[in-house]
């Protein structure tokens, strides 16, 4: 087969073995205190095993009030800092490249999980929840602006190949980049400039905390698919301004939980179904240079060999294939499978740990 998806490509000194990312995905397997644990490091471990060519983690919480769910790891204080310096020397082996995905939760949690009213741009209720958040003051957009940035020096310490930012499906800084849920009249709301100067003052604390030698990804969001929300031409306005100030790679993705599952789709069973982000993936491809990561939906070699021949994206992002298959990408080079397994079933999420749901049952079955 074409070895289009298996060449290497380098991102500001990083060099990935392939064109495959194992795209963010929280594992829920930190302990009761948001540690990373050994399950975790096992978890990627069998990813570089596999072959994949970068590993996102699962989303880490840059502040206390910013958790997003129970058993989300955290990277808020100095201390967490030995557990990810043990994490990653568990992947030393391998030429797999890894990335810490930073993020605050925002309005997207609750007071039982973040410890206090959720924060956000603006106090829109969250209609999953009904839980109205606290709109931020600038002293404090200043304070998680910081936050951010010590996140990256940790990140940098205890030995990450780079970090990606998390902008996208809702929390915090994609909030600020939503007009649905940013409405603010100050400087941080309005114009599209406004909306996206959250993002842009986090990528730069995260630049003068890491210098620009280290390798900093944005997983930016491309549409809300909500009334009144985040579009695909703010994106792209978006992601040029990031360019500017200094970003290396662009994720495109899009939903929020309220939107959902317009980030996790089912039922994606053909070709034809696959990609559903990869028109807006084109279109932020277009208006920027760094490379560009498509992720939704993607399952087959035959797509993902044409978005990259296509110059539609660089880099090719998936989550839910390789919960059920951590060995996918060997899969695909060795020709042993032309398709990920994955049925699109959305079965992966466990408070306890994600799996394949679907590969259980398939299990039971088989013992019965």
């Known amino acids: 087969m074409d070895n289009l998806l298996f060449r290497p490509i380098t991102i500001n000194g990083l060099t990935l073995p392939n064109r495959i ?10 302990d009761d205190d948001d540690y990373v644990t050994d399950r975790q490091a096992a978890l990627y471990e069998e990813l570089a095993r596999g072959g994949v060519g970068l590993i996102v983690t699962g989303h880490s919480y840059v502040k206390e009030g910013g958790k997003a769910s129970k058993r989300q790891a955290a990277i808020y ?3 967490f800092v030995p557990a990810y310096k043990r994490l990653l020397e568990r992947l030393r082996p391998y030429d797999t490249k890894i990335m810490l995905q930073i993020s605050h939760a925002g309005r997207q949690t609750k007071p039982n999980i973040c410890g206090s009213t959720p924060v956000a741009p603006s106090p829109v209720a969250d209609k999953t929840t009904g839980i109205m958040p606290r709109e931020l003051g600038p002293e404090e957009i200043a304070d998680i602006v910081k936050s ?11 030995g990450f190949d780079g970090i990606q930012i998390h902008a996208a499906h809702g929390y915090l800084i994609s909030e600020f980049l939503s007009p649905y849920t940013n409405r603010r009249k100050d400087e941080w709301g309005g114009s599209v400039e406004n909306r996206a100067r959250f993002a ?35 994106s792209a306005v978006v ?11 662009i994720e495109t993705s899009g939903g929020i939980v309220e939107s959902f599952p317009a980030a996790c789709r089912t039922g994606i069973d053909s070709p034809e179904k696959e ?12 208006a920027v240079s760094v490379p560009i990561i498509a992720v939704g939906g993607i399952r087959s070699v035959g797509v ?7 110059k539609k994206a660089d880099l090719i992002s998936m989550s839910r294939p390789f919960i059920r ?7 695909l080079r060795k020709g042993v499978s032309t398709t990920a397994a994955c049925i699109s079933c959305n079965q992966c999420w466990h408070p306890h740990g994600i799996r394949c749901g679907q590969l259980q049952k398939e299990s039971s079955v088989g013992d019965a």
């Open 77 to 79: 204080d100095d201390r």
């Open 325 to 331: 298959e951590p060995d996918l990408v060997d899969k």
């Open 21 to 30: 990312v194992r795209s963010a995905t929280n594992e829920y397997m930190t």
């Open 200 to 234: 842009l003052d986090v990528l730069r604390e995260c630049r003068k905390q890491t210098g620009n030698d280290y390798p900093m990804f944005v997983k930016l969001q491309t549409d809300d698919f909500v009334e009144g929300g985040l579009n695909v031409e703010d």
């Open 304 to 310: 993902m060999e044409s978005i990259i021949s296509d």
């Open 148 to 158: 951010f940035g010590q996140a990256a020096r940790r990140a940098r310490v205890a």
């Open 275 to 286: 990609g559903f982000f990869l028109s807006n993936a084109a279109k932020i491809r277009k």
């Open 239 to 249: 992601a040029r301004m990031l360019e500017g100030a200094g970003i290396d790679a």
